[in-house]
């Protein structure tokens, strides 16, 4: 008897192993949602997709640690998912908007931000495979993760739904601003990465309570909340950056 002949074949599989890849799938379906509903003009429902996109993003690397089930295949679901979700889709949407009146330079910003988000997903996957990197630097991204990319690349769009026209600016700038966007992605500029920190008990109910703001805010009033979240962000980028150059300079003093 062969070795193959031998081998028990699997006839199911566990639901549970399936859940991390249908949620990547559900990220990737929102994202070209998305595109749709930005070719019909319904600019709320494109952002609400991409931030669903980035919700499903969230929570598919988060479930597949919790259950073990992490796999090179889920991997690389995960990463031509992104790809869809922030990358072009975030670019379909503005240049629904704004960017097809900037000329030849809004296309150009639509694929260098896209461009960006493939080279910083690929950046990433091979990252994942240093082993000799130090373990506090699991604490930073390198460059701006990509959904945090797509949710800068449509602030713009948000704060003209909160604030109305009065606040829309040229289309050039929008391009521009896409080009920022793209380039923060495949910066080498550290940003904090959540699942490496750690909290003490004293401020975990405060964060449960700001947790639930943040969710109340976005429910009742979306695209404020969601302004104030990407300036936030924004304004953290310096932040990320001191504290790496502090561990650093911590950790080269102990060698």
């Given at each position: 008897?062969?070795q193959?002949?031998?081998r028990?074949v699997?006839?199911?599989?566990?639901l549970?192993?399936?859940?991390p890849?249908?949620?990547?799938?559900m990220?990737?379906c929102s994202?070209?949602?998305?595109?749709?509903?930005?070719l019909?003009?319904k600019?709320?429902?494109?952002?609400?997709?991409?931030?669903?996109?980035?919700?499903?993003d969230?929570?598919?690397?988060?479930?597949?640690?919790?259950?073990?089930?992490a796999s090179?295949?889920?991997?690389?679901?995960?990463?031509?998912?992104d790809?869809?979700s922030?990358?072009?889709?975030p670019a379909?949407?503005?240049?629904?908007?704004?960017?097809?009146?900037?000329?030849?330079?809004?296309?150009?910003?639509?694929?260098?931000y896209?461009?960006?988000?493939?080279?910083?997903?690929?950046?990433f996957?091979t990252?994942?495979?240093d082993h000799?990197?130090?373990?506090?630097?699991?604490r930073?991204?390198?460059g701006v993760?990509s959904?945090?990319?797509?949710v800068l690349a449509l602030?713009?769009?948000?704060?003209v739904?909160?604030?109305?026209?009065?606040?829309?600016l040229?289309?050039?700038?929008?391009?521009?601003?896409?080009?920022?966007?793209?380039?923060?992605?495949v910066?080498r500029?550290?940003t904090?990465?959540?699942?490496?920190?750690?909290i003490?008990r004293?401020?975990v109910?405060?964060?449960?309570?700001?947790?639930?703001?943040?969710i109340?805010?976005?429910?009742?009033?979306?695209?404020?909340?969601?302004?104030?979240?990407?300036?936030?962000?924004?304004?953290?980028?310096?932040?990320?950056?001191v504290?790496?150059?502090?561990?650093?300079k911590?950790?080269?003093a102990?060698?």
């Amino acid at each position: 008897m062969t070795q193959e002949a031998s081998r028990p074949v699997v006839t199911d599989l566990p639901l549970t192993r399936l859940l991390p890849n249908m949620l990547t799938l559900m990220s990737l379906c929102s994202g070209m949602t998305g595109i749709r509903f930005a070719l019909h003009g319904k600019w709320e429902q494109a952002v609400l997709a991409i931030l669903a996109a980035a919700i499903f993003d969230v929570l598919d690397g988060r479930v597949a640690r919790m259950l073990n089930m992490a796999s090179k295949f889920g991997a690389e679901l995960d990463s031509l998912a992104d790809a869809v979700s922030f990358g072009v889709a975030p670019a379909l949407i503005m240049y629904q908007w704004a960017l097809k009146d900037a000329g030849g330079i809004g296309w150009i910003a639509v694929l260098v931000y896209a461009v960006c988000c493939v080279l910083r997903l690929a950046r990433f996957n091979t990252m994942l495979e240093d082993h000799d990197r130090p373990v506090w630097t699991k604490r930073f991204f390198t460059g701006v993760p990509s959904p945090a990319g797509a949710v800068l690349a449509l602030l713009p769009l948000a704060f003209v739904l909160e604030y109305g026209d009065a606040v829309r600016l040229p289309s050039v700038f929008y391009a521009f601003w896409m080009i920022l966007a793209g380039g923060l992605m495949v910066s080498r500029l550290p940003t904090l990465a959540l699942k490496g920190w750690r909290i003490e008990r004293v401020w975990v109910a405060p964060l449960f309570a700001l947790s639930v703001a943040l969710i109340a805010g976005l429910v009742t009033n979306t695209w404020m909340t969601l302004s104030g979240l990407g300036t936030l962000y924004l304004l953290s980028l310096p932040f990320g950056w001191v504290n790496y150059r502090q561990k650093e300079k911590g950790n080269n003093a102990k060698t």
